[in-house]
């Protein structure tokens, strides 16, 4: 079945470090990717997506690209803030006998210190 | 998160004892979905729902049952409440093409 592995956390940076989570995936199909992120005390909200391969999501500063040929979807962003402090979640969604049913990581928490 | 709601926000109960968790939806989606979140298991999808009757398992299903007699609710009920049902409860919405989900605050249940 459909997996999606994450690196574990936790992620502790400083304010203005470059920061990658990686992910990678196994599907049967064409998955559409997604990146969520969760803050303390709420839930998850979607923060980019790719639909097909070589796509680039973006938002917020964060992005990722859907690698075919090496099933990744790694998020990126260039200077991280303490607000980006969160729990990042990667997720596949595909069609199954007629149904999406979304696959998610583990999730990895990132801890930005000032 | 807009268009989503889950009740009640947080509930303490007994072992052994019924619970119905409620998720609400205003966005006339078709797809709704119960998951539970659990420190080092991530996101573990309960049961899901297709259409309004229509609902199938998950991964942890044991335990819990579903229904959706309207197209914007989706109840879960603990059976039987137990000590391991401890967690936090997400409902989430989805279009019919899994073009992405939105997710509710979340339902923090104990149960001693």
């Known amino acids: 079945g459909d997996s999606v592995t994450q690196m574990e956390g936790p992620v502790t940076l400083s304010e203005e470090a470059f920061l990658t989570i990686n992910c990678t995936y196994t599907a049967t199909g064409y998955p559409s990717l997604f990146w969520y992120v969760q803050y303390p005390g709420e839930g998850l909200q979607l923060l980019l997506k790719a639909t097909k391969a070589d796509d680039k999501g973006s938002n917020k500063g964060f992005e990722a690209t859907y690698r075919k040929e090496t099933t990744s979807f790694h998020l990126e962003k260039g200077s991280v803030q303490v607000s980006d402090s969160a729990v990042y979640f990667c997720a596949l969604s595909e069609a199954s006998g007629g149904s999406y049913i979304p696959t998610f990581g583990r999730g990895t928490s990132l801890i930005v210190h000032p | 998160d807009a268009g989503i709601t889950q009740s009640p926000r947080h509930k303490v109960t007994e072992t052994g004892t019924p619970v119905t968790l409620r998720c609400h939806q205003t966005?006339?989606?078709?797809?709704m979905y119960w998951y539970r979140q659990d420190p080092g298991h991530g996101l573990r999808l309960i049961h899901y729902?297709?259409?309004?009757?229509?609902?199938d398992k998950g991964e942890v299903s044991d335990g819990y049952s579903v229904s959706r007699s309207k197209t914007e609710d989706f109840l879960l009920t603990l059976e039987s409440a137990t000590s391991s049902q401890t967690s936090v409860y997400f409902c989430?919405?989805?279009?019919?093409?899994?073009?992405?989900?939105?997710f509710g605050s979340g339902t923090r249940l104990t149960v001693v």
């Open positions: 989430a919405i989805s279009p019919p093409q899994g073009s992405g989900y939105t």
């Open positions: 729902s297709y259409g309004v009757k229509d609902t």
């Open positions: 966005e006339n989606h078709r797809y």
